[in-house]
């Protein structure tokens, strides 16, 4: 899942993003309001990490913004500003939770998964498919009960493509999701992971559970 950290205090929002990276989130990091405005409104993001106190463009800008442009991503609101009026502010113009600082780091990406739990409309950390079961919490995949050895990016296609289940997924789609800001996607790239996921996921089994669409993208079906 593709998360938005924004956040002007650089070490934290470092630390932050390390530590989202080392659960295989994919991070983009803003250290002002002007650059995670345009991130915010222009990008497709799973979750919003969002600091209220900003230059240019604070936290309550943004917020306000995103929901009058219709973008629906959930937001997690950080600040030391801790008075419940600001909570209730904060959660009253959109924000779906709300973290003061300061914060233990697994509080907040238990948070981040719930939020994403959410939107899915599932409130269990395992993923299904067929027989093929993710646990979004261990990042780790079974298939008829053993364990697939899968890299992180690996285990993030196959986790966003189970969590779209039978849903075709564009190419486009994935690469926006998977892939920061900064990192240059070559197609060949997203298609030799795809092809090493249907050697570690099928491979052995009658049923199929990747497939691509040609010309399109690909899709994971239980059916």
Same mark, same amino acid.
């Given at each position: 899942?593709? !998360?938005? !950290?924004?956040?002007?205090?650089?070490?934290?929002?470092?630390?932050?993003?390390?530590?989202?990276?080392?659960?295989?989130?994919?991070?983009?990091?803003?250290?002002?309001?002007?650059?995670?405005?345009?991130?915010? $409104?222009?990008?497709?993001?799973?979750?919003?990490?969002?600091?209220?106190?900003?230059?240019? /463009?604070?936290?309550?800008?943004?917020?306000?913004?995103?929901?009058?442009?219709?973008?629906?991503?959930? !937001?997690?609101?950080?600040?030391?500003?801790?008075?419940?009026?600001?909570?209730?502010?904060?959660?009253?113009?959109?924000?779906?939770?709300?973290?003061?600082?300061?914060?233990?780091?697994?509080?907040? =990406?238990?948070?981040?998964?719930?939020? =994403?739990?959410?939107?899915?409309?599932?409130?269990?950390?395992?993923?299904?498919?067929?027989?093929? =079961?993710?646990?979004?919490?261990?990042?780790?995949?079974?298939?008829?009960?053993?364990?697939?050895?899968?890299?992180?990016?690996?285990?993030?296609? $196959?986790?966003?493509?189970?969590?779209?289940?039978?849903?075709?997924?564009?190419?486009?789609?994935?690469?926006? /999701?998977?892939?920061?800001?900064?990192?240059? !996607?070559?197609?060949?790239?997203?298609?030799? /992971? =795809?092809?090493?996921?249907?050697?570690?996921?099928?491979?052995?089994?009658?049923?199929?559970?990747? /497939?691509?669409?040609?010309?399109?993208?690909?899709?994971?079906?239980?059916?």
């Amino acid at each position: 899942m593709r !998360v938005l !950290v924004v956040e002007d205090e650089r070490d934290l929002a470092d630390l932050i993003a390390e530590a989202l990276k080392k659960e295989m989130f994919t991070v983009d990091v803003c250290y002002d309001g002007e650059e995670g405005m345009y991130m915010a $409104l222009n990008e497709p993001f799973d979750v919003v990490i969002l600091d209220i106190m900003l230059p240019v /463009h604070d936290g309550w800008e943004i917020l306000k913004s995103m929901r009058e442009n219709g973008v629906n991503t959930p !937001v997690l609101m950080l600040t030391a500003l801790s008075d419940v009026e600001y909570r209730v502010k904060g959660l009253n113009m959109g924000a779906d939770d709300y973290l003061p600082k300061p914060f233990d780091l697994r509080e907040l =990406i238990a948070r981040v998964r719930a939020l =994403i739990r959410r939107k899915s409309e599932s409130k269990s950390t395992k993923l299904v498919c067929g027989d093929l =079961i993710l646990d979004t919490a261990t990042k780790k995949a079974y298939r008829g009960g053993k364990e697939i050895d899968l890299t992180k990016k690996e285990y993030q296609i $196959l986790e966003y493509l189970v969590m779209n289940k039978n849903r075709v997924v564009t190419k486009e789609e994935l690469q926006e /999701h998977l892939w920061s800001f900064d990192d240059e !996607v070559f197609s060949d790239v997203l298609r030799s /992971h =795809i092809k090493n996921l249907r050697k570690k996921v099928d491979k052995g089994f009658k049923r199929k559970i990747i /497939h691509t669409v040609r010309g399109i993208g690909y899709v994971a079906r239980d059916e």
